[in-house]
DNA sequence: GCTTGACCTTGACATGATGGGAAGGTGCAC
DNA sequence: GTGCACCTTCCCATCATGTCAAGGTCAAGC
């Protein structure tokens, strides 16, 4: 199986395959006599595993972790759990701040009218640190 | 005023001051006859007001365009509002995905034991592409 | 005057995950 | 034997920020 089949069959751009390779996310495929990429079910597996992590936003040293678990027959769940766990805490912080900026934008601009004239609170805060004296 | 205290003064390290510097964002700053830049209240308002707008997630593209906004006396406040909107929606989009893959993990961490054994939902998942058989 | 240390300058390189493109080789169908 | 789709490697770009290095400058103390 070419490199582009590879990629079609995983959702794992062929780009990106490569790159993996380079930084020894996974093995070096065999390579034909001309030098094409081979690869084969497990390989193809591999790949899938690496795509489904990704789209649950493992960064790639996690999912290095991950890989090496699930090669390891001798594996605690434990260790997979706790990587999860970690991931989980680093999203749900990633959306408290976000909830965090969204809150105070929201509130500047239902304070603001939006329309031709130039006040605006939003700009305001951001000028001067300080909400408009006739806010809540 | 130095790079140095300006740093301090807006809470813009001073690498991203020239760095700003390099990208356009602000204007260059004046020089002192040994080369050093020199800042005035005027660049301290700038860089504050960078500082906020980076603090509410604002990319650098938005807030090249609240800059300029900013100093438009003629400015329509509805411009404004429109880029935190579209910034808020952003922000929005972005939880929506953390909260679903943070769901996804939850609930396959609940059906892992997360102790010395080998079997794992998670594991399981991201090889199969399956939920296990026994899950609800 | 000379040293020292804190500060400034520019420049290059790194992050993390991915995309884009160029230049050239390969495989296959017509 | 030609054309096209695919493959190869290598380089550069993103985005905002950090780190490091080599060298210049300033002010204070001796």
Same mark, same amino acid.
């Given at each position: 199986m070419n490199i582009g089949?590879?990629?079609?069959?995983?959702?794992v751009t062929a780009?990106?395959?490569r790159h993996?390779?380079?930084i020894g996310l996974i093995h070096a +495929? /065999?390579?034909?006599? $001309?030098?094409?990429?081979?690869?084969g079910p497990k390989d193809l597996s591999t790949l899938s595993f690496i795509r489904r992590a990704r789209d649950l936003g493992f960064s790639i040293a996690q999912i290095r972790d991950l890989?090496?678990?699930w090669q390891d027959?001798?594996?605690a769940s434990g260790?997979?759990?706790?990587? +999860? /766990?970690?991931?989980? $805490?680093?999203?749900?912080?990633?959306?408290?701040l976000l909830q965090e900026m969204v809150r105070t934008l929201e509130h500047l601009s239902a304070h603001c009218h939006g329309d031709d004239r130039?006040?605006?609170?939003?700009?305001?805060?951001?000028?001067t640190g300080k909400a408009g004296e006739d806010c809540c």
């Open positions: 089949e590879a990629a079609v069959a995983t959702g780009k990106m395959i993996y390779e380079q +495929a /065999g390579r034909t006599g $001309a030098g094409y990429r081979v690869y890989l090496a678990l027959r001798a594996r260790d997979v759990k706790r990587i +999860a /766990g970690e991931h989980v $805490a680093e999203m749900k912080e990633k959306m408290r130039p006040d605006c609170p939003i700009l305001e805060q951001l000028a």
